[in-house]
């Protein structure tokens, strides 16, 4: 009795693991089975499978949405991060330029055409390594301790006040430099010519730097005439 028992509970199993098999898998298989008894469609293989395959879409659409939204986050949290102040770090010692205004170069131009940006030329200096390598150079240019060669040769400057110092500086994500300075009335103010050759005696000696596209300066009325 046993034994009629299991094998009908066997051959009960088998038939409910084929018909599954049939659904899911192999509809091929269920039509040709099916049209063996009469019937080209087997009980339930399309509606069945249909309400399988809609329901995976549907999971795989609310994991897109979610993946979506996740990446918006990302993004948002990336542009809203400030922009790191140390970016220049060297771990040996660098030559860097510094742009001074050449006296004796901008006089061989037309009159109308001197007090000229493009008579900012290099004097060439090696610094140390450094955590800020362009801190270090603009603070050297400040300083304008040039030697007696470099001034004999024309280079000239309105650099050193000793109330003017360098502050930080921040690279935005899209290449602008933004350089902070104190603030000296009298001296990062004036006469048009004047600012324009100190301003840029700074903007050319950091655009040097790899990454910088383009420098502002912090606050904005820093050398405006």
Request: charged letters at 15%; proline letters at 4%; hydrophobic letters at 40%.
């Amino acid at each position: 009795m046993k034994k009629i028992f299991r094998t009908t509970v066997f051959w009960i199993v088998l038939v409910f693991l084929f018909r599954a098999y049939v659904r899911v898998f192999d509809h091929n298989l269920g039509l040709s089975i099916g049209s063996r008894f009469g019937t080209s469609t087997p009980v339930c293989v399309t509606s069945w499978a249909s309400v399988q395959l809609s329901g995976f879409n549907d999971q795989l659409t609310a994991i897109q949405t979610q993946l979506n939204d996740l990446t918006q986050k990302l993004s948002a949290v990336s542009l809203s991060t400030p922009a790191s102040t140390t970016s220049f770090v060297t771990t040996t010692s660098t030559q860097v330029a510094l742009y001074y205004f050449n006296q004796k170069e901008d006089s061989k131009l037309p009159p109308a055409q001197q007090i000229n940006v493009d008579s900012l030329q290099p004097v060439y200096r090696t610094l140390a390594a450094s955590d800020d390598i362009l801190r270090d150079t603009l603070n050297t240019l400040i300083q304008w301790n040039l030697t007696a060669n470099e001034k004999s040769a024309g280079y000239i400057t309105d650099f050193p006040n000793k109330d003017f110092h360098f502050i930080s500086s921040t690279l935005q994500p899209d290449g602008t430099l933004v350089l902070s300075f104190s603030e000296v009335p009298g001296f990062t103010d004036g006469g048009s010519a004047r600012m324009l050759i100190m301003a840029n005696s700074i903007i050319k000696t950091a655009m040097q730097f790899s990454g910088v596209k383009k420098v502002e300066f912090s606050p904005s009325t820093l050398f405006q005439p």
